[in-house]
C-alpha cells in the first residue's frame, strides 16, 4: 500500500474514491511508539554500555524541541495488552540493570522535566557496592513516579539450561528467578507492575511461553517501533549506549515504525520449519516474514550483525531472509528495514537469534 495518495487516486470515481479514502488515512496514519533502552548514564563506567550524560541531554532536548510525548512504559504496556492504538510520536524511556548512574545522572535530569521512565532492576544487586542503586534510592525515586520493574533476581541467560537439566526443572528454576524479583521489589516499593526485561535481551520460545504463563509482558533488547499486534513476550526495544550514542542515529530511531507483518517464522533450511531462536555456530537460518503489502516487501533490506546486508528473497506475499556468512556464537540480528513513505521515517523489523556453539553449548560470555 503506498502511504501518500497518489494521482490515480484523483482521477478515479468518486464512489471508488470513497470507499478508499479510508484505506489511504489508515496507511497515512500508521502510528509508532518507540520504547528506548539505556544502561550507564556516565563518563565513567565501562563504555559498551553507557551513555555519557551529554549524548543523553542532547537526546532528550532533541524529544522536547519535536513534541515527542514522554509517556510512562505502563501506559503504553496497558495499551499493547488492551489492542489499543499506540500514539505517534511517544516515547518511553527505560533502564536496565540498577546502575547507581541512572540514580545520580538520569533520573535528575528526567525529574527536571517531568517526564516518567521505568527502572528494571535485577534484585540480587541493588545495595551490593558502589556500582549499584540501594533499595533507599529506589523507594526515593518511586515516590516521584519512577516505575521500578523486574529485570531478574540473577541476571542470567534465561534460555540456557543447565547440563542434564529436564524443561520442567529449568521452568522451575527460571520462575523462581522471576518470582524472587518480584516479591523483592514488592515488599521494598510496596508496589510491582506486571512487566518484565529479559537480562541480555535473551529469549527464546521457552522464555516467552514461560513470561506468558506467569502473566507478564516482557521486554527484549530487539530494536524495533511498537505495534497492535506485537507479541507480548517479546516487546522490542531501541538500545542506546556505546557505539550507539549519536545523535542522528537516536533521531532515526525515534522515528521509526513499526514493519507491518503479519506473521514470522523460522527455517533451518528452505524446506524445514524451525520452532526456536537458537542456532548453533555455522548455521545460516532463515527469517520469514509474510506481509499483507506486497509492494513493501520488495523494499525491504536486511542486515545481519557484523555482516552488512544479507540475501533477501521475496516469494508471493513473504519475505525470506538469510545471514551470507555462518552465524558465529553470542547473540546475531537481523534487522530489516523499509523507507516508510515520509521523509527520515523507515518500518523496522529486528529478529535475535541466540548461536551456541557447534555442539550447542553456551560458549559466549555476555
Ligand atoms: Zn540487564
New binding site residues.
Given amino acids: 500500500m503506498n502511504i501518500m495518495p497518489t494521482g490515480n487516486y484523483y482521477c478515479m470515481k468518486p464512489l471508488a474514491r470513497f470507499l478508499l479514502l479510508p484505506i489511504l488515512l489508515l496507511a497515512i496514519n500508521t502510528q509508532a511508539a518507540v520504547v528506548l533502552l539505556y544502561h550507564h548514564v556516565s563518563n565513567s563506567t565501562p563504555k559498551s554500555t553507557s551513555i555519557s550524560p551529554a549524548a543523553f541531554e542532547a537526546q532528550m532536548d532533541y524529544l522536547a524541541e519535536h513534541d515527542f510525548a514522554v509517556v510512562p512504559l505502563l501506559e503504553l504496556t496497558e495499551k499493547l495488552r488492551k489492542g489499543e492504538p499506540l500514539p505517534d510520536k511517544t516515547v518511553a524511556i527505560s533502564f536496565?540493570?540498577s546502575y547507581v548512574s541512572v540514580y545520580e545522572s538520569a533520573y535528575p535530569r528526567l525529574k527536571k522535566r517531568g517526564w516518567p521512565f521505568t527502572f528494571f532492576v535485577?534484585t540480587d544487586s541493588v545495595g551490593t557496592g558502589k556500582v549499584f542503586v540501594s533499595w533507599e534510592q529506589l523507594r526515593e525515586m518511586a515516590k516521584q513516579g519512577v516505575t521500578i520493574a523486574n529485570?531478574t533476581s540473577q541476571?542470567n541467560h534465561l534460555p540456557r539450561r543447565k547440563k542434564d537439566e529436564s524443561l520442567v526443572q529449568w521452568r522451575v528454576r527460571i520462575a523462581a528467578e522471576i518470582n524472587q524479583a518480584q516479591a523483592k521489589i514488592e515488599q521494598e516499593i510496596g508496589t510491582a507492575p506486571m512487566i518484565m526485561?529479559y537480562?541480555?535481551g535473551e529469549y527464546d520460545v521457552d522464555v516467552q511461553q514461560l513470561a506468558k504463563k506467569l502473566g507478564y509482558v516482557a521486554f527484549g533488547q530487539q530494536s524495533g517501533a511498537l505495534y497492535e499486534q506485537a507479541d507480548l513476550q517479546s516487546v522490542p526495544r531501541f538500545p542506546f549506549g556505546g557505539s550507539f550514542s549519536e545523535l542522528d542515529d537516536f533521531i532515526m530511531k525515534v522515528n521509526t515504525k513499526p514493519m507491518p507483518i503479519k506473521t514470522v517464522s523460522f527455517y533451518s533450511d528452505k524446506n524445514t520449519k524451525q520452532k526456536n531462536l537458537t542456532v548453533k555456530a555455522g548455521d545460516k537460518p532463515w527469517l520469514v516474514l509474510t506481509l499483507d503489502d506486497t509492494s513493501l516487501l520488495k523494499k525491504i533490506n536486511c542486515f545481519a550483525t557484523g555482516q552488512g546486508a544479507i540475501t533477501t528473497e521475496v516469494i508471493d506475499n513473504t519475505l525470506w531472509a538469510q545471514a551470507k556468512q555462518p552465524l558465529k556464537p553470542g547473540r546475531t540480528r537481523y534487522n530489516c528495514t523499509a523507507y516508510a513513505g515520509e521523509k527520515g521515517r523507515f518500518f523496522w523489523y529486528t529478529q535475535q537469534w541466540l548461536v551456541t556453539d557447534k555442539n550447542g553449548e553456551w560458549t559466549y560470555a555476555d
Fill in positions: 536496565d540493570d535485577n529485570h541476571h526485561a537480562p541480555f
